[in-house]
């Protein structure tokens, strides 16, 4: 703007000579441009319809709404007379209130219903306002609430049944379906009607009937019958065409024709409505003799209690499922309990079976164990029978329903065992059991089997794909408590074989050391057996005492490294010998640390030569600083070596030794262990 208003040699028009300033009001019409062009497309842009009507009844201005809620493009409107829009209009109340706040200029409010172009019709909520060019209209597309609004009032009656459906929480299967036919035969003003449960194939249906007319004694309340659905002209075409289907049946079958007299022509109006499930038509629902024809209301009220009763059994059967899904969870957790906490598998095989008889819902169970050395299926443990029938079972792989399970490593079932050859030669108690189902899982444990798990059942049942895979993580559970009680037991005796072996070899390397050392024949043993008894009564631990045996055992095996020319010296030993004679525990550490199974048995090898008074070697320690089983080990050793004959001293008398020992109390000797040693019977 003060470009254009400068002159051409820069001085603002109106500054010199006669002009006037007009930069203000030029910057004020740009702004009002602005703005306009603004609120232009706020307008344009609304979800809610604007649409100017001039005094001519022409259209002005519409904006993108109106043109979809008129299902034209807005060209369509422009230039064009409301009239010639939409034709008849001038005949209708909403034109009548266009014309009174055109020529009254007053503001109005409405509701009004008018038909699309492809038909259908809509509804639209108005605020109509007079503007100086003719009438200015908001528009709100209320179709979606108005005909909530019409379904709710067509249908208060079948909500009230769909509150109370919904309240019936505990009713059974048969009382659900009563009622729902109750209310759909009087929310229709129909006479009698129908639900027909249909299969996965969608070949054969279960159908449920009510009637409070003269059929009544065609009733079949909770007494399913079967139907092949094609060959049903009522509610088969239904199923066929898969939707709603509306019938005028002539030749109505039986049991519908009962009680009417032979030729009577009786004619059946029927409406058939399939609900679905997915893809899959799991109900058809039928009323019928309505005395009137059914309209589109009634398949809609039908059709919604149908749909409100198959959510009702999904939930039910959902909670169902869930219940027993958590039935589930909970025995295989309290038979991982039982397999961790408890390594006798007859106590395992008793908590197991009690959760196998409670889960699956049957009278009894057992299971077989595999014996690998005669490959024979014995008795392992059992729950729910009368009498000891199975406690004596012995099968050869193959042999019998279980022997075969086994051999094929499949699940066996036996829904009628009366008319099986042979089914209770296993014993003859068996057969005065009542069983009629069997079912027999192989027990698997890395892929070989270790026995079979039995179910019995004293009536006759057809289990679902869950049933039979729960019977499967059963079996599966059976086989890791087996192979985890095999397993310790082969670990247990592992270990103890291994211990045994340990100690055996420990044994006789101490021997081989008396042997190079000279040592008196049986010193080894000797000095750990006393160290042993000395050791419990001054109260180590069952644990330690391992370790202080085989420590006492390997007191001298540092020797190995002391040349034959010191160790087995006649005569006194020098200073320079001495000092490689006493490296003899720290040779014992070097040799033994390394072995982790012997690290916990070093303390009497490395230790016994340290003194109370800590004048000991290697390390000199002092008191308590030494371990108790070292402080224990050096009296014994004494005690030993001056009661035995060597080459270059006779053995001591035995009161001498005792009185060395306690004049050695408080300097070499711990005191306390001297005391507990002296009072100790050898």
Not at 143 to 153: F, Q
Not at 327 to 348: E, K
Request: charged fraction near 25%.
């Amino acid at each position: 703007i003060g470009t254009l208003l400068n002159d051409h040699e820069g001085n603002p028009m109106g500054i010199s000579g006669a002009g006037r300033d007009i930069t203000k009001r030029k910057q004020a019409e740009v702004a009002l441009r602005a703005s306009r062009e603004l609120y232009q497309r706020t307008i344009d842009n609304m979800l809610e319809g604007c649409q100017i009507i001039g005094f001519d009844w022409r259209y002005l201005y519409v904006n993108d709404a109106v043109a979809r809620q008129g299902h034209r493009a807005k060209e369509e409107f422009l230039g064009h007379t409301i009239m010639e829009i939409y034709p008849g209009i001038e005949d209708t109340e909403m034109f009548a209130v266009l014309r009174r706040c055109m020529d009254a200029r007053t503001p109005h409010h409405m509701e009004n219903e008018f038909a699309y172009p492809d038909g259908n019709k809509g509804w639209f909520e108005l605020s109509i306002q007079s503007v100086p060019e003719g009438i200015f209209i908001l528009s709100i597309d209320i179709t979606d609430r108005k005909r909530a609004e019409e379904v709710l009032k067509l249908n208060e009656s079948r909500l009230e049944a769909l509150l109370k459906l919904n309240q019936m929480t505990d009713a059974s299967l048969g009382e659900i379906t009563n009622f729902v036919l109750e209310e759909a035969i009087r929310l229709t003003g129909s006479k009698v009607g129908y639900l027909a449960f249909l299969n996965e194939d969608e070949t054969v249906l279960t159908m449920h009937a009510w009637s409070k007319t003269a059929m009544e004694e065609c009733r079949i309340n909770n007494k399913p019958i079967v139907y092949p659905v094609k060959t049903t002209g009522l509610w088969g075409e239904a199923v066929r065409q898969r939707k709603p289907v509306i019938t005028n049946d002539y030749n109505a079958p039986n049991p519908w024709k009962k009680g009417y007299p032979e030729g009577h022509v009786h004619i059946i109006r029927h409406v058939n409505v399939p609900i679905f499930d997915g893809d899959h038509i799991v109900i058809v629902a039928g009323v019928g003799n309505k005395p009137t024809d059914y309209d589109e209301s009634d398949i809609r009220q039908l059709t919604l209690l149908m749909e409100g009763m198959w959510r009702i059994i999904q939930r039910k059967q959902a909670e169902e499922q869930l219940k027993r899904r958590l039935g589930h969870i909970t025995a295989l957790r309290n038979i991982d309990m039982a397999i961790t906490s408890s390594l006798d598998v007859r106590v395992t095989l008793n908590i197991f079976l009690e959760q196998v008889v409670t889960q699956l819902h049957v009278d009894a169970a057992s299971v077989l164990l595999l014996n690998p050395h005669t490959q024979t299926l014995e008795y392992g443990s059992n729950r729910g029978f009368r009498s000891s029938a199975l406690k004596h079972t012995r099968l050869r792989l193959g042999e019998g329903h279980a022997g075969r399970a086994a051999i094929e490593q499949r699940i066996v079932s036996i829904p009628n065992l009366a008319e099986t050859l042979d089914s209770f030669s296993r014993s003859p108690l068996l057969a005065n059991e009542g069983f009629i189902s069997y079912y027999a899982a192989p027990i698997i444990a890395k892929g070989n089997v270790t026995g079979v798990l039995e179910i019995f059942h004293r009536s006759s049942f057809k289990p679902d794909q869950e049933w039979l895979d729960f019977l499967e993580a059963l079996a599966t559970q059976a086989a890791i408590a087996i192979d985890n009680a095999e397993l310790f037991n082969n670990l247990q005796r592992s270990n103890i074989e291994l211990i045994l072996a340990y100690d055996s070899t420990i044994e006789g390397w101490s021997r081989a050391l008396d042997y190079r050392d000279r040592e008196t024949e049986g010193h080894s043993q000797r000095v750990t057996e006393m160290t042993i008894k000395i050791a419990q009564a001054m109260g180590v631990s069952e644990a330690e005492l391992v370790h202080v045996r085989r420590g006492a055992l390997l007191h001298d095996i540092g020797k190995m490294k002391i040349p034959d020319n010191i160790l087995l010296k006649p005569g006194p030993l020098t200073d320079e010998e001495w000092e490689v004679m006493r490296k003899h525990p720290a040779y014992a550490h070097e040799l033994l640390s390394p072995i982790a199974f012997l690290r916990p048995a070093l303390d009497i090898p490395y230790c016994h030569h340290e003194k109370w008074d800590g004048t000991g070697y290697p390390r000199g320690l002092k008191g308590e600083q030494i371990p108790l089983s070292a402080r224990i080990f050096a009296v014994v050793d004494v005690w030993d070596a001056l009661r035995s004959d060597r080459p270059y001293r006779p053995a001591w008398p035995e009161e001498k030794v005792k009185e060395y020992l306690r004049d050695q109390a408080g300097e070499h000797f711990d005191p306390q262990i001297v005391k507990v040693f002296l009072e100790m019977e050898w």
